[in-house]
Structures are given as C-alpha cells and as structure tokens.
C-alpha cells in the first residue's frame, strides 16, 4: 500500500516538471544561502569579533561606548550579552536572539535606543554576577540576586547603580552622533569581481 503511494507520487510529474523543480528548489536554496551571507550570517554564529555587532548602523553607538569603557579592554559582546554556562544554552540564545534583531533590522522596526528585554536583561545580569563573583560575595557583600528577584522589587538590578557600565551615557544615534566615525566599517561580503560587474 505504501510503496504504491511512492509509486504514485514518482509517476506524478514528468521529467521536465522534475527538472524544474528541482531547478526552482536549487535557486531558493542559493538565494537563501546568498541572503544569509549577504547578512553576514557566519559572523554573528561563528564568530566572537564585536565589530560583527555593528553590521547593523544602529549598534554604532553601543559599540562605540563599549571600546572606550573598561570592559572594552577585556570583555566582548558575547561575554555579557549570551548565556555562557554551556555551549548549548550559548548558541541557542545567541541564533534566536540573532534572529530577532534580524527580523528587527530588515523590517525596520528597531528603536533609536536599545533596551534589554527580560530575557536579554536576566542573561546580562547573570553574566555581571558570573565575571564580578568575587566582587560580589567576598568585597562588598550584596550576595547574589538574579534579575527576575529584581523585577518583582526584591532587590536591585546590577545597572541600577552601574548604569553607564559599559555603554556609557546615551546610546541613540542622536545622543552620539560621533559614534559611527569610531566603528570599524565592515567590509562588503559581495566580491570584488561581482562588485566590478556590477560598476561599483
């Protein structure tokens, strides 16, 4: 019974409807693939390069307050802002979280300044606590208290005293106008000789 529904189905289309959609699949595949390199796809999962953030012109500021901040000279983007207590729970934040400021970016829908959404702000603090463990139980003693405790009132965030750590004061395009003259432009992923077939 099942091999004749195989069966069926192979005899279904004719040999040049197979061909062509296995042409057309092979051309929304390439396209696929050439709209994820276009994106730079590889260097958000692959890579650990914080200038891969600023792909995106919105990041400029952020980027640039980070270089300039303390944490410039020791921690990435990746070391607060991605889970790092085991390589799964990492790039399964680090694709979605990936994927949302994608749909965010080519839909046009991302906000001059950029706020941590609890699932964000709950990684970032529980990396502020991970790197200043010492700091924080042996120095001063605060003792740990994690991001959700802090929403409901139970205690404080970590930037509700270190606000400007590590992104300094503003971070919109307007508040700092001189950011984008202090990111690295990232190269363009088009080739040169498709760039040169192309006249640019």
Same mark, same amino acid.
């Given at each position: 019974?099942?091999?004749?529904?195989?069966?069926?189905?192979?005899?279904?289309?004719?040999?040049?409807?197979?061909?062509?959609?296995?042409?057309?699949?092979?051309?929304?595949?390439?396209?696929? +693939?050439?709209?994820?390199?276009?994106?730079?796809? !590889?260097?958000? /999962?692959?890579?650990? %390069? &914080? =200038? #891969?953030? @600023?792909?995106?012109?919105?990041?400029?500021?952020?980027?640039?307050?980070?270089?300039?901040?303390?944490?410039?000279?020791?921690?990435?983007?990746?070391?607060?802002?991605?889970?790092?207590?085991?390589?799964?729970?990492?790039?399964?934040?680090?694709?979605?979280?990936?994927?949302?400021? +994608?749909?965010?970016?080519?839909?046009?829908?991302? !906000?001059?300044? /950029?706020?941590?959404? %609890? &699932? =964000? #702000?709950? @990684?970032?603090?529980?990396?502020?606590?991970?790197?200043?463990?010492?700091?924080?139980?042996?120095?001063?003693?605060?003792?740990?208290?994690?991001?959700?405790?802090?929403?409901?009132?139970?205690?404080?965030?970590?930037?509700?005293?270190?606000?400007?750590?590590?992104?300094?004061?503003?971070?919109?395009?307007?508040?700092?106008?001189?950011?984008?003259?202090?990111?690295?432009?990232?190269?363009?992923?088009?080739?040169?000789?498709?760039?040169?077939?192309?006249?640019?």
């Amino acid at each position: 019974m099942r091999l004749n529904k195989i069966k069926s189905l192979k005899d279904r289309f004719s040999y040049p409807q197979k061909v062509a959609l296995l042409l057309l699949a092979g051309v929304i595949t390439g396209l696929g +693939v050439l709209f994820l390199y276009l994106l730079r796809m !590889h260097t958000y /999962i692959a890579g650990d %390069d &914080p =200038s #891969a953030c @600023v792909n995106c012109h919105i990041m400029a500021p952020y980027y640039a307050t980070w270089s300039h901040s303390s944490h410039g000279r020791d921690a990435t983007c990746n070391d607060c802002h991605v889970p790092n207590g085991n390589i799964a729970s990492h790039y399964l934040f680090k694709g979605l979280d990936g994927m949302k400021h +994608v749909a965010y970016f080519v839909t046009r829908s991302e !906000h001059q300044s /950029i706020k941590a959404e %609890d &699932p =964000s #702000a709950e @990684v970032i603090m529980d990396n502020c606590i991970r790197c200043h463990r010492q700091l924080n139980t042996e120095f001063v003693k605060t003792g740990r208290i994690d991001y959700m405790e802090a929403k409901r009132g139970q205690g404080m965030a970590c930037w509700d005293c270190h606000r400007n750590v590590p992104h300094g004061g503003g971070n919109s395009l307007s508040s700092t106008p001189w950011a984008e003259t202090q990111v690295p432009i990232p190269p363009s992923p088009v080739p040169e000789w498709l760039q040169k077939l192309l006249g640019h």
